[in-house]
């Protein structure tokens, strides 16, 4: 059967179409709800107790735009498509933006272990290990200057414990004012000067361009291991924590119940906003989940619990929501319940 040169460059052309409709990256990105993870599939304490219900964290899932990727989000439910600057501070590279999020999530970790051993009163340390420089902004000052990577040791002279410091420190400042950084790199110690300068598009906000990370090192007995793959962010930490206390103690706070949640955890135990909760309560619903933990904010307006409430009611669905600002308040929860009948 002979085929005519036509018919073979309509076949390319379609096959080239249909090719750039789902490689060819939009400057969009796509937000859609993620998985649902077993804790204990990832959470282990040694000789730790095992539980009849279990415990989860929701994730959602992300990637750039496709065109074809583009109008089926558009159709579908609780899928947010937004610009890709949006997504990712302007200048940073996605490694440096993967290396931050895996920072979080291994600050997280260390924060959910530390609220869940003090909470079961097993033993634990906390060692600080420094300020580390995770990006550095394009344009920025600290530009060319710093170094993901970098550790700043002293700030003006005076040292920063934690990120936070660093960052109220400079927001003190007025644009055009200089800052001495004392950092290490690579062993070898360096002094740099930097302008303090406003943001292009926060005239009110200064800074230098830098996204930071407080390292800790946390010790703790029984020993954790903590395996979370290629997860990253910090808004697994009230769910870390709760599995954590779970398999320090002898009583079994599920009930038997399928609980999932989410919120970050700093060292004190506040249960802190997070993002794209709606696409976890939908997310959480398709695994079948019982109750669902939402950051509550001191019941501020839209807080995380407001809308996982309301996402909720639009999907119809019979998993109970509940409001926490901290980890007692999750505990306490699941402490009260009667135990699921089987």
Sequence with gaps: MRISKRAVIYSLMISLIFFLLITYDLPYYIYKPGHVDSLENIVEVDNGVEAKGDLHLVTVS??????IGFLLAKLRAFHEIIPIEEARPE??????????QMMLMENSQQSSTVVAY?????????EQKGIYI???VENMPADGILQPGDRINKVDDQEM???????EYVLLKKAGEKIKLDIDRDGKHMTEFIEVVSFPDDNDKVGIGIQLVTEQKVTVDPPVHIKSGNIGGPSAGLMFALEIYNQLT????????????TGEIDFEGKVIRIGGIDKKVVAADREGIEIFFAPNEQGEKDSNYEVARETAKKI??????VPVDTFDDALNFLKQLDPKEH
């Design 134 to 136: 995770v990006g550095v």
């Design 316 to 321: 119809n669905t019979s998993m109970k929501i």
């Design 62 to 67: 992300g990637g750039q735009a496709t065109p």
């Design 118 to 126: 003090r909470a079961a009163g097993a033993e634990y340390t906390i």
């Design 250 to 261: 002898e009583e079994d706070i599920t009930k038997g119940y399928h609980i999932a949640g």
């Design 91 to 100: 200048g940073i590279s996605d490694e440096e933006y993967m290396r931050h």
């Design 161 to 167: 414990k934690e990120a936070n410091d660093l960052v």
